[in-house]
Each structure stands twice: as structure tokens, then as C-alpha cells.
């Protein structure tokens, strides 16, 4: 996750109870869809939630981040020095949840009414926020919550029964702030509530999906934003036709071969990587680059994909293929510094292609580097267990032998009871 590029704008919100709070606000690049209200940490309207609400916003959701701090100190704004923890622990310790709570319930109730709000409204929180989002799903009329290293959940247990929409709940495995004692209360309270769903995520601390916190663990956090996401495209759209986008893509990639096209379906700031080699780009002008002089044009002339089976979620999508050709070119991407070897070569592959709104926001690319090596006859497969054009072979025919690269161990299991 990156710093916020501060692409929304700050709204009014009025309090039922009098006085009105600032909220920060990102529409998606066309304007509308259904809304979200982030629910803040202890630090305020900070660069994490901004940056949050600029990423939901690129989901096609009208993102809005209520200033929740407002009765204390409006315009709160804390980083994660020692310094702001402390004052961000004492803001906390003078914070009334209830009062809180018809706070955002005045956000949700506006936001329903702004122009280009279609639809729906789904809650997100961090920290406080995520026992907010368990309060918001108890206590308001929103229609879909999830929370984050919920602080606290576990002193409000006698509300789950008000919980009547689709709410999820991300646990870390080494939460001071919610030890086992507290989670094992929480996930015993709502076993036999099918709707509220529970993540936990072992090894991970408090803040886990914060970055510059020091327990910042980004595979975790990729996995609790495809569920978070799950939650809420299941109840508030939008539902993108990522099958549609992905051969768009590929079609300006392998077809057209127009780099500019091939941009075009992606995010302002995307990325690439090919995993054996470590090619790609990272950034709008650093993959580009890699397109125009190191991809597109370095591909073979009879490059063909043969698709073998295609997984769809909700933010990505997971292709496996074969990948043909004769290496009569230098292929940048693939066999770096390797001069043309005239070799045919079939390779399974493996596309990992996540999506950002309807808009592709990386690839992570996958193949047997050895295979091709051996292929192309720079490799000697001779006592290696690898293999060459068998691994495509096979994948087209199971019924090919299995096991050749191990014979000696195979035969030692011959005959024993199974």
C-alpha cells in the first residue's frame, strides 16, 4: 500500500445532535457507485486512511473517512511516532464509543443521500475502528461491515444478536490488544452465526495492514483485502467482468502488440513481475518501458497461449496455460542475453492477475525455467530432476507416466501396502 496522493476532497457532515465534523471523500473515476465509510484507527484522518479510501475509491466504491475524533479535537491527524502514539492513546482513553457510533450513523444516512451514491453502504474499520465496524453492523442500518483488529469486541458481545448482515471480523494470531482469551470469546459467540465470518491470521500482530507500523506484514494484508473485498463486492457490487478484461489485455499484448492499448487496462501505477527471472516493471513509466523495448515486440511471431483452466475471484484472476514458441529471437522477459536457438519450446505458465476496480493492477507470472533451459538446449537434464516439452505434454495428457524423474525412490515402494 502506498502513501495517500490526496485525490479527494473534505466534507460536511451534520451531527443529529448539533455541530457538524469534517470527512474525507474519494469518488471513483466515473463518479458514482455504491458507498463506504472507513472507520479511522486512534490516529485520526491520517495518511493510511486517506490512502485507503483512494484505494476503495479505484474499487468503484464512493469512499468516505468520518473525522471521529471531532468532539475531542477536530482535524486529527497523527503519524506513529512514540509521540503520536501517546497522543493518539489519550484521545483514546477520553473517546465515547456510543457517541461515536451516531456519529457514523449520521455519515451513513448523508452518504446515502449524496449525488453519485448508487446502491448500498458497507463499513470497513482499523483498530477502533474495526470494534466500530462491529458496533455499525449491530447498531445502524448499514449493509455489510468489516473489521480490522477489532480493540475490544469482546466487552460487547451481547449485541451479536442484533447482527443481521454480512460481517467480517480479521484476527492477529499475536494481538496484545485482543490476546486468544478474548478472540476464543468472540469466535464462541458467533459459531453458529453464519453471517458474520472470522480471519485469523497466526504470526501476525496488531496493525498487521498498516504500513510503516512495525508490524506491517504484507502477504497478510493482500489476503485480508481480497476478503474484506469478497464481503463487500457480495453485497454491494460492483461485479466487474475480470474474464473480459484479462483477454483485452492479452489481446493488445500478443495481437495488436500496441503498448499504449495494453496500458490502457491498467491502473495509473501498475506493475509486473515475471517470477524466474525477475523481469517487468514497476510504476506507470518503468513498465511501459519494459512493454515497448523488452516485451511486446520480443515475443516470437508464432507465440501462441493454449489455455488449460481459468479460476475467476473477486479481485483476481489465476489463468494456467501452455506457452509456445521458437525461440528465433531474443526473448528479453524470458531467456535474457540467450541468442536465438531456432528450438521450439512448449512450457506450462501460470498467470496471477489481480485487479483493482475494473482496471489490472499487477501480474505475477510463473514457469519452470528449467524446462525451457532444457528446450533450448542450455541445460543438461542428465541426473537433474528436470524435465523438457514432457511437463506440457502431460499436463495436456495425465495418463502420460508420472514419476520418471524418481524412479529409484518409486521402486523402493513398490509392493508395500498402500
Not at 502477504?219 to 485480508?224: D, R, V, Y
Not at 483485452?248 to 499484448?253: G, M, S, T, V
Not at 509486473?272 to 518501458?289: F, Y
Request: overall charge negative; proline content about 5%.
Amino acid at each position: 500500500m502506498a502513501l495517500a496522493n490526496n485525490t479527494g476532497e473534505y466534507v460536511t457532515i451534520t451531527a443529529a445532535d448539533g455541530g457538524s465534523f469534517r470527512a474525507y471523500m474519494c469518488r471513483p473515476e466515473k463518479g458514482s457507485g455504491p458507498g463506504l465509510v472507513l472507520l479511522q484507527e486512534i490516529f485520526g484522518i491520517n495518511d493510511y486512511m486517506r490512502s485507503m479510501a483512494e484505494y476503495f475509491a479505484e474499487e468503484g466504491y464512493v469512499t468516505i473517512v468520518p473525522d471521529l475524533f471531532w468532539r475531542m479535537e477536530p482535524g486529527v491527524e497523527l503519524g506513529y511516532s512514540e509521540e503520536d502514539f501517546g497522543k493518539a492513546f489519550a484521545l483514546y482513553q477520553k473517546f465515547d464509543v456510543d457517541q461515536a457510533i451516531g456519529d457514523v450513523q449520521d455519515t451513513i444516512t448523508q452518504l446515502r443521500g449524496m449525488d453519485g451514491v448508487k446502491g448500498k453502504v458497507g463499513a470497513i474499520g482499523y483498530c477502533l475502528g474495526g470494534l466500530l465496524a462491529w458496533l455499525t453492523a449491530a447498531r445502524t442500518d448499514i449493509d455489510v461491515s468489516v473489521g480490522y483488529y477489532a480493540v475490544g469486541v469482546e466487552n460487547y458481545l451481547d449485541e451479536a444478536g442484533n447482527i443481521s448482515v454480512p460481517t467480517v471480523l480479521h484476527f492477529a494470531g499475536n494481538d496484545q490488544f485482543c490476546p486468544p482469551e478474548a478472540r476464543e470469546k468472540i469466535l464462541a459467540a458467533v459459531r453458529d452465526m453464519p453471517h458474520i465470518r472470522t480471519y485469523l491470521y497466526e504470526g501476525q500482530d496488531h496493525a498487521f495492514a498498516t504500513p510503516g507500523r512495525d508490524h506491517f506484514d504484507k502477504p497478510s494484508t493482500l489476503m485480508a483485502y481480497s476478503r474484506s473485498l469478497a464481503a463487500l463486492r457480495s453485497v454491494l457490487g460492483p461485479i466487474y467482468n475480470l474474464e473480459e478484461l484479462w483477454d483485452l489485455h492479452c489481446y493488445h499484448e500478443f495481437a495488436t502488440r500496441d503498448v499504449d492499448a495494453t496500458m490502457a487496462t491498467m491502473v495509473a501505477q501498475p506493475y509486473v513481475n515475471h517470477i524466474p527471472t525477475m523481469t517487468g516493471g514497476v510504476g506507470h513509466d518503468h513498465l511501459k518501458r519494459f512493454y515497448k523495448y523488452h516485451f511486446v515486440d520480443s515475443n516470437p511471431e508464432d507465440t501462441k497461449l493454449i489455455p488449460v483452466s481459468r479460476t475467476i475471484g473477486t479481485d483476481r484472476l489465476v489463468d494456467e496455460l501452455v506457452f509456445c514458441f521458437t525461440h528465433t529471437r531474443e526473448i528479453d522477459w524470458m531467456l535474457p542475453g540467450i541468442e536465438p536457438t531456432g528450438k521450439y519450446v512448449e512450457v506450462p505458465l501460470v498467470a496471477v492477475v489481480c485487479f483493482r476496480g475494473d482496471k489490472l493492477y499487477h501480474e505475477h507470472i510463473y514457469w519452470d525455467q528449467a524446462s525451457v533451459l532444457v528446450q533450448i538446449g542450455k541445460l543438461d537434464p542428465t541426473g537433474l530432476p528436470v524435465a523438457g516439452i514432457e511437463t506440457a505434454k502431460k499436463l495436456f495428457d495425465e495418463t502420460l507416466p508420472s514419476n520418471q524423474l524418481m524412479q529409484k525412490a518409486w521402486a523402493t515402494s513398490e509392493g508395500k501396502p498402500i
